[in-house]
């Protein structure tokens, strides 16, 4: 079952200026559930907007943006259709049925970020309260969960993403970029949203910092069965964390499917200019060499299997 | 070895806290030289001093002990003059990581000409030094943009035309490329190179990129405010174990023939850190088996 479905989504920045710009050209594209999937591609190719539609943030210029089967722009006509035949609706009068559609439309958008986690870019410049549990507990807050809620929802929050409790009591302005980081997660995790869509969540880190943030993402989808997409330049890291991989190029989607399957199309995606692993690039010079190696290779453990077959087991006669 | 440029001991710099009292000891003790005309990449970990130690570098921080020695210029044990200041200043430039935290100007040759022109250089050699540091990142059909509505890599390479410009000795580039996408990360890099190679500019790069660092003549690894290791990058990267413990990785190419070596594949040879290499260094093995 797909729990994000995009129907012949476009989205248009500037329609009608001089800066008329196609940012997505009619995508279609369903995303499994309760999987990882990255959203790989150039900057520029659409893949930030796409982002940005999930949760209500953008609506398209045209299509729908489909959540569980509904859509996520719900318009006045949408809640008017759907009420229209209760009797407690045409009881009322006019202008307070204008009133109740759009108290309505609030609320539903509101739901809508809750259940759809959103993790900009360098989140942890949005981090701005006084204490990293206040951070945390923002979202929940907004929920209007009681204050028992709220501390099990910024405990839980915290364990997944790795931020130690001794930081709860601290301000978050004094504690490290990649700490700063794992608390702006926490922040969104803390709404346990259905999904959680992150840009680049591990831009600028370094290597542990990085499989922090990765390790907590991989956690947190696990023990919840959520859905959880991540928009990422480096084909390395989605490799590793990654079950599905959507391709974006010039505002369209190029490919879509299984990790294996995206990747084993690795010269296509060296064509568009992506930037493949330098592991896949190692096999590719050897293939290029005239040695039998596969070049569907984009993991080093598949590179250590596939050279040490060639190197102790056969005489390298044996390539599938 | 030519001549150092940069010559550090026993250097040390700690942060205080706001009221002043407690002190974080950032850097404890280092001691490092880099010779000029050098490209060097610098890796540690987040809060492993290197950002620390470039800062002190063109004295935007003031060490707190030991000796440190920047183009035959004594910066330690006395006050510097502002003319020293000034001059050291012109000599090491620095690139941030912020593509828009460094721009001034509206206009890109004038974002490039603000340097020069605070250091007082006259017309028309004010002009030709801005065309030729924007032709040096190959930004001159970019001349009369505006800054703002250029990609992150071409921001960051008129930040770099904005030090050329200022015709100094050393650029350190503070993890310049950690905000790019792979484009302009290429771009950046692609520039580095270049003005080491043709222009003789003594290059350090703090990176968190292994490959990155993998392109340096040098690496020099930090770990809590001290050098850990140094050496070329084939040196350090044979290094993986000391490198995961404090939190570093070796290219997936070093990885590759660390892992086969560790099942016993016998694989002569150093070249690890680059692809290039670790293809012939396959190709050798391979040739022999066959």
Redesign the interface.
């Known amino acids: 079952m797909d729990k994000i479905y995009l129907e012949n989504v476009s989205y248009i920045y500037g329609e009608g200026t001089p800066f008329e710009q196609t940012a997505l050209d009619g995508v279609s594209i369903g995303i499994r559930a309760g999987c990882i999937t990255g959203i790989i591609g150039?900057?520029g190719s659409g893949k930030s907007t796409m982002m940005q539609l999930l949760n209500g943030l953008a609506a398209p210029t045209s299509g729908k943006v489909l959540l569980d089967g509904y859509d996520v722009n719900t318009t006045f006509e949408d809640v008017f259709d759907a009420w229209k035949s209760l009797p407690e609706y045409q009881n009322l009068s006019k202008s307070a049925a204008k009133k109740a559609i759009r108290t309505e439309i609030r609320r539903r958008r509101k739901e809508l970020c809750f259940r759809v986690g959103l993790v900009m870019q360098y989140p942890e410049y949005q981090l701005f309260e006084e204490t990293v549990y206040r951070d945390i507990a923002f979202g929940p807050q907004n929920m209007g969960l009681s204050e028992e809620e709220i501390r099990a929802r910024v405990l839980e929050a915290a364990a997944f993403t790795g931020v130690d409790t001794d930081w709860l009591e601290k301000s978050p302005f004094d504690l490290?970029?990649?700490q700063k980081r794992r608390v702006a997660l926490a922040g969104v995790i803390a709404m346990r949203p259905e999904v959680l869509v992150l840009d680049e969540p591990a831009?600028?880190?370094?290597?542990?910092?990085r499989d922090y943030i990765f390790d907590g993402i991989k956690r947190y989808q696990r023990e919840t069965g959520s859905t959880v997409l991540i928009v990422s330049?480096s084909m390395?890291d989605m490799a590793r964390y990654s079950d599905d991989v959507i391709v974006m190029a010039n505002a369209k989607v190029l490919m879509h499917g299984p990790c294996e399957e995206v990747f084993s199309r690795i010269r296509e995606l060296s064509d568009i200019?992506?930037?493949i692993?330098?592991?896949t690039?190692?096999m590719t010079?050897?293939k290029e060499?005239g040695?039998p190696v596969s070049e569907e290779i984009y993991t080093?453990?598949a590179?250590?299997e596939e050279?040490?077959r060639?190197?102790?087991k056969g005489?390298?006669g044996n390539a599938t | 070895m030519s001549n150092s440029y940069i010559h550090a001991e026993g250097l040390c710099f700690s942060y205080r806290d706001n009221d002043g009292k407690e002190e974080h000891p950032a850097l404890k003790g280092v001691s490092v030289d880099i010779y000029e005309g050098e490209y060097v990449a610098v890796l540690g970990h987040n809060g492993s001093g290197k950002s620390t130690f470039a800062k002190l570098l063109n004295m935007i921080l003031e060490p707190t002990g030991g000796t440190l020695v920047v183009g035959g210029m004594e910066l330690t044990g006395k006050e510097l003059t502002d003319d020293e200041l000034l001059q050291l200043r012109r000599n090491v430039g620095m690139v941030f990581q912020n593509p828009d935290n460094q721009l001034v100007a509206t206009i890109v040759e004038e974002d490039v000409a603000f340097g020069p022109e605070n250091l007082g250089v006259p017309q028309p050699e004010l002009r030709k030094r801005v065309e030729d540091a924007i032709a040096a990142v190959g930004m001159t059909s970019y001349a009369h943009h505006e800054p703002h509505r250029l990609s992150g890599g071409q921001k960051q390479r008129i930040a770099i035309a904005g030090i050329i410009a200022m015709m100094p000795k050393c650029i350190i580039f503070d993890e310049s490329t950690a905000m790019l996408d792979p484009n302009g990360r290429k771009e950046v890099l692609d520039t580095i190179r270049l003005l080491n190679r043709d222009y003789g500019i003594t290059v350090i790069n703090i990176t968190h990129y292994m490959n990155e660092a993998a392109e340096a003549d040098r690496i020099i690894v930090m770990n809590d405010g001290l050098v850990l290791m140094e050496g070329t990058p084939d040196e350090v990267f044979a290094k993986r174990e000391e490198l995961v413990a404090v939190g570093l990785e070796v290219p997936q190419c070093a990885a590759l023939i660390h892992e086969l070596r560790r099942r016993g594949v016998l694989l002569e040879g150093t070249g690890i850190s680059t692809p290039e290499a670790c293809v012939e260094l396959l190709q050798r093995a391979l040739k022999a088996r066959t």
């Open positions: 150039h900057t490290s970029g990649g831009a600028g880190l370094d290597p542990r910092g330049h390395e200019g992506l930037d692993p330098q592991i690039r190692v010079m050897l060499q040695f080093v453990d590179a250590v050279l040490y060639l190197l102790v005489k390298g």
